[in-house]
């Protein structure tokens, strides 16, 4: 009777799928049944189906519990992918090396990016390790007027190698005079188009800057990627500053940040070791101590404490994954809880198919399958909720992240997505196919102390981390808005600086 049933019941599966064959997904599934190779796959897919169709509720649960979680996930791994790639596009990143200082104070060691405004020159000219130099002040804002037009820009005085050492691509000019002379000046695509109309007609004209000086038009650059750390519209020549400037005349100035490559096999360590006591040799009251840091590693981990690296943004990257994984975990255990909830009604479908020769191994298949089936379709509708609100993810993160499907998003989205089903798959399976036939087909269907505690204590975890994530957002949000309103003391409306 047990095999019939199971016969007549297959056939009449097999019968649905030949009587609907409007829809895309059931032709694909049915393209999958009626293809004899691997009748295995037909009948996990077939029952899988059924068992979807069947139980619409729990599905759609399932379905809105990992979609919302793998949504969250492709965010925030789009999110950590973008900080990681910060300063990773310049082409001597391994020979990249922004000039540091360790100041001695009794109360313990400052560590700044501010060098004095003579290193950079002076270290390319006496240090033969070092290939190209530039100083870099920090940026100002400036008003840019050309004939009746009138914008705003912000910009870096800097050095003649800056072009060399950076991999910013200059659209008209050459790298090795845009900023040779003191009076030139070096704007972005989008400021000449703004100005000019065109890059093309930006080169050799006359620029007014803040009312005053005049300077010209010796090259335009690209528009800055946004995974570069530092966002300017214009470049000036240093020299002009220096020249200006006294006090960046001396050793004992201390504002603006040295940029240097390596020559090639050249050792950091062994060039931070001899350039050191670089600043007290030519100032005896000096108390800097200089040393060379990885450029592209100076963004996620840049923060020092008492001369010693103590981390920086590369925290809220590992605080955000570690949210991700939560709630992924979040996801997963609701769809085991689901699962584990309806057991019974799989009870005596594990039982009829024991009786008749399945064996343990089959059925976890099974209910893996139906498993990675859940998750698919999770994947995909998880999919259309990141690109509908990663627009307002990047109002929140200040990004311009946008959901590129390539390789690698691809194969690490498929990795996270099969995992996940795997995952969420695991204990449903390996607890639906411990029934025992005789017991089961008896209705003498018992539930072990042990498997209590284990479904106890995955509600427990789940709740405890939705309470955790929950608080931590009330935590933030009224740390925001106190900052936002606390009284400062004074009106501060219309009141400028």
Same mark, same amino acid.
């Given at each position: 009777?047990?095999?019939?049933?199971?016969?007549?019941?297959? +056939?009449?599966?097999?019968?649905?799928?030949?009587?609907?064959?409007?829809?895309? &997904?059931?032709?694909?599934?049915? =393209?999958?049944?009626?293809?004899?190779?691997?009748?295995?796959?037909?009948?996990?897919?077939?029952?899988?189906?059924?068992?979807?169709?069947?139980?619409?509720? +729990?599905?759609? #649960?399932?379905?809105?519990?990992?979609?919302?979680?793998?949504?969250?996930?492709?965010?925030?791994?789009?999110?950590?992918?973008?900080?990681?790639? &910060?300063?990773?596009?310049?082409?001597?990143?391994?020979?990249?090396?922004?000039?540091?200082?360790?100041?001695?104070?009794?109360?313990?060691?400052?560590?700044?990016?501010?060098?004095? /405004?003579?290193?950079?020159?002076? *270290?390319?000219?006496?240090?033969?390790?070092?290939?190209?130099?530039?100083?870099?002040?920090?940026?100002?804002?400036?008003?840019? +007027?050309? =004939?009746?037009?009138?914008?705003?820009?912000? %910009?870096?005085?800097?050095?003649?190698?800056?072009?060399?050492?950076?991999?910013?691509?200059?659209?008209?000019?050459?790298?090795?005079?845009?900023?040779?002379?003191?009076?030139? #000046?070096?704007?972005? $695509?989008?400021?000449? @188009?703004?100005?000019?109309?065109?890059?093309?007609?930006?080169? %050799?004209?006359?620029?007014?800057?803040?009312?005053?000086?005049?300077?010209?038009?010796?090259?335009?650059?690209?528009?800055?990627?946004?995974?570069?750390?530092?966002?300017?519209?214009?470049?000036?020549?240093?020299?002009?500053?220096?020249?200006? =400037?006294?006090?960046?005349?001396?050793?004992?100035?201390? %504002?603006?940040?040295?940029?240097?490559?390596?020559?090639?096999?050249?050792?950091?360590?062994?060039?931070?070791?001899?350039?050191?006591?670089?600043?007290? =040799?030519?100032?005896?009251?000096?108390?800097?101590?200089?040393?060379?840091?990885?450029?592209?590693?100076?963004?996620?981990?840049?923060?020092?404490?008492?001369?010693?690296?103590?981390?920086?943004?590369?925290?809220?990257?590992?605080?955000?994954?570690?949210?991700? *994984?939560?709630?992924?975990? @979040?996801?997963?255990?609701?769809?085991?809880?689901?699962?584990?909830?309806?057991?019974?009604?799989?009870?005596?479908?594990?039982?009829?198919?024991?009786?008749?020769?399945?064996?343990?191994? @089959?059925?976890?298949?099974?209910?893996?399958? $139906?498993?990675?089936?859940?998750?698919?379709?999770?994947?995909?509708?998880?999919?259309? *909720?990141?690109?509908?609100?990663?627009?307002?993810?990047?109002? #929140? +993160?200040?990004?311009?992240?946008?959901?590129?499907?390539?390789?690698?998003?691809? *194969?690490?989205?498929?990795?996270?997505?099969?995992?996940?089903?795997?995952?969420?798959?695991?204990?449903?399976?390996?607890?639906?196919?411990?029934?025992?036939?005789?017991?089961?087909?008896?209705?003498?269907?018992?539930?072990?102390?042990?498997?209590?505690?284990?479904?106890?204590?995955?509600?427990?975890?789940?709740?405890?981390?939705?309470?955790?994530? #929950?608080?931590?957002?009330?935590?933030?949000?009224?740390?925001?808005?106190?900052?936002?309103?606390?009284?400062? /003391?004074?009106?501060?409306?219309?009141?400028?600086?």
């Amino acid at each position: 009777m047990g095999v019939s049933s199971i016969t007549q019941s297959e +056939t009449t599966g097999c019968n649905y799928f030949k009587t609907f064959t409007v829809s895309p &997904i059931r032709a694909a599934f049915k =393209e999958l049944l009626i293809n004899d190779e691997n009748p295995m796959l037909q009948h996990v897919l077939l029952l899988a189906f059924r068992n979807l169709r069947r139980h619409r509720s +729990t599905f759609i #649960i399932n379905l809105i519990g990992l979609s919302t979680g793998l949504a969250c996930v492709i965010l925030i791994f789009s999110w950590v992918q973008d900080e990681l790639q &910060i300063d990773r596009f310049h082409e001597n990143e391994d020979r990249l090396y922004q000039v540091m200082e360790h100041q001695a104070y009794a109360e313990g060691i400052m560590t700044t990016i501010s060098t004095p /405004g003579m290193l950079a020159e002076t *270290l390319k000219e006496e240090i033969p390790e070092i290939d190209r130099a530039f100083t870099l002040t920090w940026p100002n804002g400036y008003t840019l +007027t050309y =004939e009746d037009r009138d914008i705003s820009a912000s %910009g870096y005085d800097a050095g003649a190698d800056f072009f060399h050492v950076f991999s910013y691509p200059l659209l008209h000019g050459n790298p090795d005079h845009v900023l040779s002379d003191i009076n030139s #000046i070096v704007i972005s $695509e989008e400021v000449a @188009i703004n100005l000019f109309g065109s890059a093309a007609d930006a080169v %050799g004209k006359q620029i007014k800057l803040n009312q005053e000086d005049l300077h010209q038009v010796s090259g335009v650059f690209a528009n800055v990627d946004v995974q570069s750390s530092i966002q300017f519209d214009l470049l000036l020549n240093f020299e002009k500053i220096k020249q200006e =400037e006294s006090w960046l005349r001396s050793w004992s100035s201390n %504002g603006p940040r040295t940029v240097v490559t390596l020559v090639e096999g050249a050792d950091s360590d062994a060039v931070s070791n001899k350039i050191a006591d670089f600043v007290k =040799e030519r100032n005896e009251e000096s108390n800097v101590t200089l040393f060379l840091h990885s450029y592209a590693d100076r963004y996620l981990h840049g923060r020092f404490k008492n001369g010693k690296p103590a981390g920086g943004r590369i925290e809220y990257v590992q605080l955000f994954t570690l949210i991700a *994984l939560f709630i992924l975990i @979040i996801a997963c255990i609701n769809f085991m809880n689901l699962s584990t909830a309806r057991a019974s009604r799989r009870a005596k479908e594990v039982g009829v198919k024991k009786t008749i020769g399945a064996n343990r191994k @089959i059925l976890v298949g099974q209910f893996l399958g $139906e498993s990675l089936l859940v998750t698919m379709f999770s994947a995909a509708v998880a999919l259309f *909720l990141a690109w509908l609100f990663i627009p307002r993810f990047n109002l #929140i +993160t200040g990004k311009e992240l946008s959901l590129q499907m390539s390789s690698p998003f691809v *194969l690490s989205y498929l990795a996270i997505v099969f995992v996940t089903g795997l995952l969420a798959g695991s204990y449903p399976a390996l607890y639906l196919s411990g029934f025992k036939p005789v017991s089961v087909l008896k209705g003498q269907l018992t539930t072990s102390l042990s498997e209590v505690w284990a479904r106890r204590g995955l509600v427990v975890f789940q709740f405890a981390l939705s309470v955790f994530l #929950i608080v931590a957002v009330f935590v933030v949000y009224n740390q925001i808005q106190y900052v936002q309103t606390k009284n400062l /003391g004074y009106e501060k409306d219309n009141l400028l600086f």
